[in-house]
């Protein structure tokens, strides 16, 4: 991203949204209900699934796998939060952002750093990263067993997931395909998505716990 070109989005909710040049480094971002709608309908895997499953769902089972490591609602919160940007830069495959490189980087990076200072999440973010990275990477682990058709005896090993010694085992008693799941729709992932983040955002003030 650069300070002099400036490129924008219309949002769901049809609003002109900065996403580059001076415009964006002000800082306006998305409402909590645009980045439910556009989450609620990416894609993850670039669509290589046997079902649909979307940034806002898989958002929302990181946020509850950080639950169940026993971590407060600010990291929750904080996980739940974290691929919300991409309601800007749309959800890429790491792969792709392997290859991409430093000139995926240079487009997510401030754009993520934007979201989280907007919704106060930078601290929380910053503090909890690890446990939210190692969440993230079992949802990952969870979603290539039941919702992938990744083969351990045909394909190759993910190095993140499948490092001797590191290897990262997906959650046992989630099942992703169950029948409950799979008649989930995207208006559901949506409402969902929006009334986690109010019930968080709740529990982090009765606590008296610091969002910034």
């Not at 209900?33 to 806002?56: D, K, Q």
């Not at 939060?81 to 401030?110: F, Q, R, Y």
């Not at 010694?165 to 949506?190: F, I, K, T, Y």
Request: charged share 20%; glycine share 6%.
């Amino acid at each position: 991203m650069t300070a002099t070109t400036s490129h924008w989005l219309v949002t769901a909710h049809g609003a002109d949204q900065p996403i580059s040049g001076p415009a964006a480094m002000l800082g306006s971002m998305p409402t909590i209900e645009v980045i439910a709608h556009s989450l609620a309908l990416i894609n993850r895997f670039t669509g290589h699934t046997i079902r649909p499953e979307s940034v806002a769902e898989h958002s929302m089972f990181v946020s509850d796998i950080l639950q169940d490591m026993g971590l407060p609602p600010i990291a929750q919160l904080a996980g739940l939060m974290h691929d919300a940007h991409e309601c800007m830069c749309g959800d890429v495959a790491s792969p792709i952002k392997w290859e991409l490189g430093t000139a995926w980087l240079s487009l997510e990076n401030p754009l993520a750093l934007m979201m989280r200072k907007h919704y106060g999440l930078q601290a929380a973010y910053t503090g909890y990263r690890d446990f939210i990275k190692r969440a993230d990477l079992i949802a990952l682990a969870t979603e290539r067993r039941d919702l992938t058709r990744y083969d351990p005896a045909i394909n190759a090993p993910w190095p993140i997931l499948d490092t001797p010694g590191a290897e990262v085992r997906p959650v046992e008693a989630v099942d992703l395909n169950s029948p409950v799941r799979v008649a989930m729709s995207w208006r559901h992932h949506r409402d969902a998505f929006v009334e986690r983040y109010q019930t968080l955002t709740a529990q982090c003030g009765a606590s008296a716990e610091v969002l910034a």
